[in-house]
């Protein structure tokens, strides 16, 4: 049986990717940070689960999470780097430390969470790596300059790291999702959420469901011949 560690998957796309992979046979390893509440009752809604606290954007949380994967389950076949937290600010209002936050938890949790995962990848020689980044990574957003370059960062590091670890048959590939239904959106207002649908070809938003069915393919065989891509989950908005 496979074993996939989900970053963030207390809540929105990350608690939907854990039910997707459990569904599909996976041992799945639900990692949280705040949400204990939430995480605790995924897990037990769902089969072959372990839920692990750890702060990913710390190495001794990151280092934390893949030894405990290792630890239950024996091994990491799928990792999804998936913890994130958006910041909605001017760059003229974005401070030093808030910028650098959105950094640690959005970049460095994916680099370290890489790191640690891709040593058992590299001996088993097969794994996969799936990064969350964002649209606007892609196309950049207004008034969201650092979380817009957080997640162009990791698009950078999935292209870079799938050509490091190709050799070693373990594939690295991102999805850059367009505006979810979660709590990241929930300071959205109504007109907001309509003038995004209004940009969105497929005229409404996505659900966490639509984003954990794309991870999921990435993830399997029907993916084998697939790394170092971008996978718009976004309605066609770009
Ligand atoms: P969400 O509902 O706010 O959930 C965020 C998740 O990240 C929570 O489970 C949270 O866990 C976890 N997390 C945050 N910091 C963490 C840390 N330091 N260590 C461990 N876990 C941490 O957000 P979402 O919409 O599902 O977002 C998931 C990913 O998709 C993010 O990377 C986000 O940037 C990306 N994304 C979202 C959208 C969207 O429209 N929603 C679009 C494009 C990309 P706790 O609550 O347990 O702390």
């Known amino acids: 049986?496979?074993?996939?560690?989900?970053?963030?998957?207390?809540?929105?796309?990350g608690a939907a990717t854990a039910r997707a992979f459990s569904k599909a046979?996976?041992?799945?390893?639900?990692?949280?940070?705040?949400?204990?509440?939430?995480?605790?009752?995924?897990?037990?809604e769902l089969e072959n689960a372990v839920c692990v606290k750890a702060d990913v954007s710390t190495e001794e949380g990151?280092?934390?999470?893949?030894?405990?994967?290792?630890?239950?389950?024996?091994g990491v076949d799928v990792l999804v780097n998936n913890a994130g937290e958006a910041l909605c600010k001017m760059v003229s209002d974005t401070s030093l430390s808030e910028w650098k936050r959105l950094f640690a938890v959005n970049v460095e949790s994916t680099f370290l969470c890489s790191k640690f995962a891709s040593e058992y990848m590299v001996r088993q020689k097969s794994g996969r790596i799936i990064n969350v980044s964002s649209m606007w990574g892609v196309k950049g957003a207004s008034?969201?300059?650092?979380?817009?370059?957080?997640?162009?960062?990791?698009?950078?590091?999935?292209?870079?790291?799938?050509?490091?670890?190709?050799?070693?048959?373990?594939?690295?590939?991102?999805?850059?999702?367009?505006?979810?239904?979660?709590?990241?959106n929930a300071h959205l207002s109504d007109a907001d959420k309509r003038a995004l649908c209004?940009?969105?070809p497929l005229?409404?938003?996505?659900?966490?469901?639509?984003?954990?069915?794309?991870?999921?393919?990435?993830?399997?065989?029907?993916?084998s011949f697939v790394t170092a891509q971008v996978l718009g989950v976004d309605g066609g908005f770009i």
């Open 203 to 223: 005229c409404r938003i996505g659900t966490p469901e639509e984003v954990a069915a794309a991870i999921l393919w990435l993830a399997s065989d029907a993916a």
């Open 143 to 184: 008034v969201e300059a650092a979380y817009s370059a957080s997640k162009a960062a990791v698009i950078g590091f999935t292209k870079a790291l799938a050509r490091e670890l190709g050799p070693s048959g373990i594939t690295v590939s991102a999805v850059a999702p367009g505006v979810i239904d979660t709590d990241m």
């Open 25 to 44: 046979g996976y041992n799945v390893v639900i990692n949280y940070n705040k949400s204990e509440k939430e995480a605790f009752a995924l897990c037990k």
């Open 1 to 13: 049986m496979k074993t996939a560690v989900i970053t963030g998957a207390s809540r929105g796309i």
């Open 198 to 200: 209004d940009e969105t």
């Open 62 to 74: 990151a280092r934390l999470l893949i030894s405990e994967a290792a630890r239950v389950f024996g």
